[in-house]
């Protein structure tokens, strides 16, 4: 079946430090990918996505390559800011049905002023 | 635009009642998917609805319904409410057939709270 594996939170981070984010996935066929956030108290929004191999998603100075040798879609940014403090889903979706969009388990990332 | 409206945003109920929960998807978005998230078992699938039929069911019981009216609208339906049914509902809308390229559109929750 389908899934998708994220590294285990909390992440707590200070300000402007580098922030990786483990996504892997297993799926049949070839899956589109993506990345939601959730801040608190909300529902998830589209961070970026990326449709085929090799592609790489960018928004909001984070970014993510879909790898498909290493089933992988690690999500990166530079500099993380506290307002960037949220619930971080990755995602895989490899049909147009509902049914088919799998999210991972969420990752928590704090970030400290 | 308007987003996805999802209305109430929280709800208190008893056990044993049932709640209806309103979602309006994006103008132009005919599929609506709903969603239930609890700390425990994350997101988990509900259905999804398009052209008003139930193109897709996850693994809930039979008290877990919902509908979809000729304008899009969905709502969904919890009878015989639990405990266990306490959780964050999200509804999330988009163009029919074109979920994998762009993903869907949630709206805010509405936060169930059984007691």
């Known amino acids: 079946g389908n899934s998708v594996t994220q590294m285990e939170g909390p992440v707590t981070l200070s300000e402007e430090a580098f922030l990786t984010i483990n996504c892997t996935y297993t799926?049949?066929?070839?899956?589109?990918l993506f990345w939601y956030v959730q801040y608190p108290g909300e529902g998830l929004q589209l961070l970026l996505k990326?449709?085929?191999?090799?592609d790489k998603g960018s928004n909001k100075g984070f970014e993510a390559t879909y790898r498909k040798e290493t089933t992988s879609f690690h999500l990166e940014k530079g500099s993380v800011q506290v307002s960037d403090s949220a619930v971080y889903f990755c995602a895989l979706s490899v049909f147009n049905y509902g049914q088919n969009f799998v999210f991972g388990p969420g990752t928590r990332l704090s970030v400290l002023p | 635009k308007a987003g996805v409206t999802q209305t109430p945003r929280y709800l208190i109920k008893t056990r044993g009642q049932q709640v209806t929960l309103s979602c309006s998807p994006i103008?132009?978005?005919?599929?609506v998917s709903w969603y239930q998230q609890t700390p425990g078992q994350g997101l988990q699938f509900l259905f999804e609805y398009f052209s008003e039929t139930q193109r897709n069911k996850g693994n809930f019981p039979g008290r877990f319904s919902g509908r979809q009216f000729s304008n899009s609208r969905s709502e969904m339906n919890v009878s015989t409410l639990e405990l266990g049914d306490s959780a964050l509902y999200l509804c999330?809308?988009?163009?029919?057939?074109?979920?994998?390229?762009?993903?869907?559109?949630f709206g805010s929750g509405t936060r169930l709270t059984v007691v």
């Open positions: 990326a449709t085929k191999a090799d």
């Open positions: 999330a809308s988009s163009f029919s057939g074109q979920v994998a390229n762009y993903g869907y559109t």
């Open positions: 799926a049949t066929g070839y899956p589109s």
């Open positions: 103008s132009g978005h005919r599929s």
